[in-house]
Each structure stands twice: as C-alpha cells, then as structure tokens.
T-cell receptor, first 114, second 115 residues
C-alpha cells in the first residue's frame, strides 16, 4: 500500500526553466510534508517542508505547494540549474513537527539539460 | 549530510553472517531513525529510537533485525543470519527531538551486500 506516490519516475527540464515535481498521498493523518534531494551513493538531503496548516512555503529557488483537499503537493524549482539534477523524494509524517516516522515516495529523477 | 556519521559505508557479508551498522547522530541530537532503501524503491522506515529507548519499531522485520541506541556510543542496527534480500542501503537519520523545526537529517548511508 503506497501511501505516498510520485507517479513520474523521471523528468527532464531545460536549464533556466521551472521544474515541477508532484506528489500525492492517501493517508489523511499525514500532517507534515518534506522534500529531500538525493545524489547517487549519498544520503537524502533535506530541501524544504510544509505543515498542513499552510498551503505554500518558499525558500529561495524552492517552493512547495500543498493542496489538502486534493491530497497533493508539488515542488517548484525556478530557475532550474544543472546541480539540481538528482532524485527527489517526497515524504510525509503524522507528526505536526515532521520528526516522527516518515513515509517516502519512490522518487522522481530530475535531469536538467544545459 | 548535516553531520550524521555512518559506518561502515560499504559492507559485504556472506549469507548467514551477521551485519552491524553504526550511526553517530549529529551533535545535540537525541533521536535516531533507521531507514532502508531497496534497489529502485523509496526509503522505508524501520525504527525510531531515543537514548536507551525504542520508540517505534513498526518497520522492523520481526526476526533477525534489532536496533539499539545506548546511553553512550553510537546507535547500532544489527542483522543476524543475513540473506540476499537484506542487500540494501541503510540510512540513519537524527533530530534534536520533537518540536517545531526539528527536521530529520540523514547520514550518507551504509550499503550492505550479501553474497
């Protein structure tokens, strides 16, 4: 039972354009959502998070949008840079503070084309 | 990756041997988590520990797997009598504790190969 789904296994975007990564979830108990970036043979690196009481959170080039009614969140990266090429994981937590058990999606491999 | 130290980075074990993976959390962090990533899959939660306590082990296989976080020293994930299906990347993460802003940070991972 995949409670967090990333339906696009891969995405290619031209450098300078916007990258939009999508994530859907099924469990209404999830209260906090996070995005992690992962390079091969390394651990996930925290990017940005959002609490369920918000619908948008922005940090530099990264913005996360949350649509609770649709159980959908998205990560926008603008402008996209070659160093953004990595696998991006969406994760969800039942904790309001996001630091209990995380449920991860299967990841989307983002490739930025120079 | 934010100072969570894992060792060994790579470990090869024959079927039936024991594997021990160690994790030192970031300085000041008292909460440790272990996750496993099988090939071509996302990370799956295994266990959540605080010092000397297991808080949530709902993701741990019922047999052969155990975890501890002693008062002194690193957290240890122990896999007894390893099988080929245990081959995976094992990631440790830590956080300062519960409370707003206490995000989980991951280590570089330990890659276990069972031959």
């Amino acid at each position: 039972d995949q409670q967090v789904k990333q339906n696009s296994p891969s995405l290619s975007v031209q450098e300078g354009r916007i990258s939009i990564l999508n994530c859907d979830y099924t469990n209404s108990m999830f209260d906090y959502f996070l995005w992690y970036k992962k390079y091969p043979a390394e651990g996930p690196t925290f990017l940005i998070s959002i609490s369920s009481i918000k619908d948008k959170n922005e940090d530099g080039r990264f913005t996360v949008f949350l649509n609770k009614s649709a159980k959908h969140l998205s990560l926008h990266i603008v402008p996209s840079q070659p160093g953004d090429s990595a696998v991006y994981f969406c994760a969800a937590s039942p904790s309001h503070f996001g630091n209990e058990k995380l449920t991860f999606g299967t990841g989307t491999r983002l490739t930025i084309i120079p | 990756n934010a100072g969570v130290m894992q060792n060994p980075r790579h470990l090869v074990r024959r079927r039936g041997q024991e594997a021990r993976l160690r994790c030192s959390p970031m300085k000041g962090h008292s909460h440790v988590y272990w996750y496993r990533q099988l090939p071509e899959e996302g990370l799956k939660f295994m266990v959540y520990l605080q010092k000397e306590n297991i808080i949530d082990e709902s993701g741990m296989p019922k047999e052969r797997f155990s975890a501890e976080f002693p008062k002194e020293g690193p957290s240890i994930l122990r896999i007894q009598q390893v099988v080929r299906g245990d081959s995976a990347a094992y990631f440790c993460a830590s956080s300062p504790g519960q409370g707003a802003g206490n995000t989980i940070y991951f280590g570089e991972g330990s890659w276990l190969t069972v031959v």
